[in-house]
């Protein structure tokens, strides 16, 4: 079966960030050998002779598993059609490679590596409860490079307690300076029930005003577009031809396949997904061969308002010819009651067939957004 996207999640990570609310636990050699044997047995049942054209591994942290374990799961990309495959992207965090593990990864065909560096600052590492230290993520850029990667993505965080403007300019600077062509930027958030959130709450840490965090947004894009980075997506800057393609085919409402402990799954009108505890993963899928947690039914108008949404955080915006050819829906008919408003206050515009977010609206792109689903 062809596909655009397929996603295989590692829900392993040496230690569990403090803002972290992914489907991920700690590392326990015993349990990720179990989990393998069970991701096996899925990728029998669901994915063989699938004919994907992306294949993200992620997490948790892949490469927090041993050198053996990465061989094990590699090999099973081999029940994948790879005939079409155009991008190959893994997860890694600084502290977990080795030239031994990223040849292993060359040499099974991964393209691309998304490397969780957050910041380059220690304090900001430590506040955000990262494994890794200051050096390593240098270290870990010059290993990949060593091996032959070159198609390298840094994950940035700022707006993290204590943090200055200063400080978050040197990081996009230090990424600049290591030549990386691909650069994803979030600001921080709390999650309820996490270590950050709690922090927070009893007075360990303090936000950052508003107007900083604000400020690091719009200096964001001015640096990074003066290096050669140009936004193609809110939080996502890249050279010409480093764009993740995973990413796009997902933004632009495409359809994906994912397996592994919390991973979603969407295909024609029907949502899917495992269960995200491992051990009841593993247990499901040794037991009845599937980890399926939920099943969604999602009408038509439904899903392409969650397109809709989504394609427009794509700084190209939404082609309404290829929106009405792929949900089957008039764009202008469906956002016929919030798109007038939104076009007079100057937040959506069109430019020529395709309607985008103005560049005032992206920063409150999530509120302006929400109102059209």
Same mark, same amino acid.
């Given at each position: 079966?062809?596909?655009?996207?397929?996603?295989?999640?590692?829900?392993?990570?040496?230690?569990?960030?403090?803002?972290?609310?992914?489907?991920?636990?700690?590392?326990?050699?015993?349990?990720?050998?179990?989990?393998?044997?069970?991701?096996?047995?899925?990728?029998?049942?669901?994915?063989? +002779?699938?004919?994907?054209?992306?294949?993200?591994?992620?997490?948790?942290?892949?490469?927090?598993?041993?050198?053996?374990?990465?061989?094990?799961?590699?090999?099973?990309?081999?029940?994948?059609?790879?005939?079409?495959?155009?991008?190959?992207?893994?997860?890694?965090?600084?502290?977990?490679?080795?030239?031994?593990?990223?040849?292993?990864?060359?040499?099974?065909?991964?393209?691309? $590596?998304?490397?969780?560096?957050?910041?380059?600052?220690?304090?900001?590492?430590?506040?955000?409860?990262?494994?890794?230290?200051?050096?390593?993520?240098?270290?870990?850029?010059?290993?990949?490079?060593?091996?032959?990667?070159?198609?390298?993505?840094?994950?940035?965080?700022?707006?993290?307690?204590?943090?200055?403007?200063?400080?978050?300019?040197?990081?996009?600077?230090?990424?600049?300076?290591?030549? %990386?062509?691909?650069?994803?930027?979030?600001?921080?958030?709390?999650?309820?029930?996490?270590?950050?959130?709690?922090?927070?709450?009893?007075?360990?840490?303090?936000?950052?005003?508003?107007?900083?965090?604000?400020?690091?947004?719009?200096?964001?894009?001015?640096?990074?577009?003066?290096?050669?980075?140009?936004?193609?997506? %809110?939080?996502?800057?890249?050279?010409?031809?480093?764009?993740?393609?995973?990413?796009?085919?997902? @933004?632009?409402?495409?359809? =994906?396949?994912?397996?592994?402990? +919390?991973?979603?799954? =969407?295909? +024609?009108?029907?949502?899917?997904?495992?269960?995200?505890?491992?051990?009841?993963?593993?247990?499901?899928?040794?037991?009845?061969?599937?980890? $399926?947690?939920? $099943?969604?039914?999602?009408?038509?108008?439904?899903?392409?308002?969650?397109?809709?949404?989504? @394609?427009?955080?794509?700084?190209?915006?939404?082609?309404?010819?290829?929106?009405?050819?792929?949900? +089957?829906?008039?764009?202008?008919?469906?956002?016929?009651?919030?798109?007038?408003?939104?076009?007079?206050?100057?937040?959506?515009?069109?430019?020529?067939?395709?309607?985008?977010?103005?560049?005032?609206? $992206?920063?409150?792109?999530?509120?302006?957004?929400?109102?059209?689903?």
């Amino acid at each position: 079966m062809k596909i655009k996207n397929f996603y295989v999640h590692i829900p392993f990570c040496l230690r569990r960030c403090n803002y972290c609310d992914f489907a991920s636990s700690e590392y326990s050699p015993h349990l990720a050998e179990e989990y393998l044997e069970a991701l096996g047995i899925e990728f029998t049942r669901r994915a063989y +002779g699938m004919r994907p054209e992306t294949i993200y591994i992620g997490g948790g942290t892949p490469t927090c598993l041993s050198y053996e374990m990465i061989e094990e799961l590699t090999d099973m990309l081999d029940l994948l059609d790879l005939r079409d495959l155009k991008e190959f992207t893994v997860e890694a965090n600084p502290g977990t490679l080795s030239v031994d593990k990223l040849m292993l990864l060359r040499e099974a065909g991964i393209t691309r $590596i998304s490397l969780g560096v957050q910041t380059f600052n220690q304090h900001g590492l430590d506040v955000l409860g990262r494994f890794h230290g200051a050096k390593d993520a240098r270290f870990a850029i010059a290993q990949l490079r060593e091996v032959g990667f070159e198609n390298i993505s840094l994950d940035l965080i700022f707006a993290w307690p204590g943090q200055t403007a200063e400080e978050w300019l040197e990081d996009l600077q230090m990424a600049i300076k290591l030549d %990386i062509p691909h650069i994803s930027c979030y600001g921080l958030s709390y999650p309820e029930g996490t270590p950050i959130a709690k922090m927070l709450a009893n007075g360990r840490v303090t936000q950052v005003e508003e107007s900083l965090e604000r400020d690091m947004f719009d200096r964001t894009a001015e640096v990074l577009a003066e290096a050669g980075l140009a936004r193609y997506e %809110i939080s996502n800057f890249a050279k010409e031809g480093h764009q993740c393609q995973h990413n796009l085919n997902y @933004w632009r409402g495409g359809t =994906y396949i994912g397996i592994g402990a +919390g991973a979603h799954s =969407y295909e +024609g009108n029907t949502r899917f997904g495992n269960c995200p505890d491992v051990g009841l993963y593993v247990k499901k899928m040794s037991s009845a061969g599937t980890a $399926i947690d939920f $099943i969604d039914e999602i009408s038509r108008e439904a899903r392409a308002r969650e397109c809709a949404v989504i @394609w427009l955080r794509l700084a190209e915006g939404v082609d309404k010819d290829l929106f009405c050819n792929s949900v +089957g829906i008039e764009l202008e008919e469906l956002l016929a009651e919030s798109l007038p408003k939104l076009l007079a206050e100057g937040w959506l515009e069109w430019r020529g067939n395709r309607l985008r977010l103005t560049d005032k609206a $992206i920063p409150y792109a999530d509120t302006i957004l929400s109102e059209l689903v």
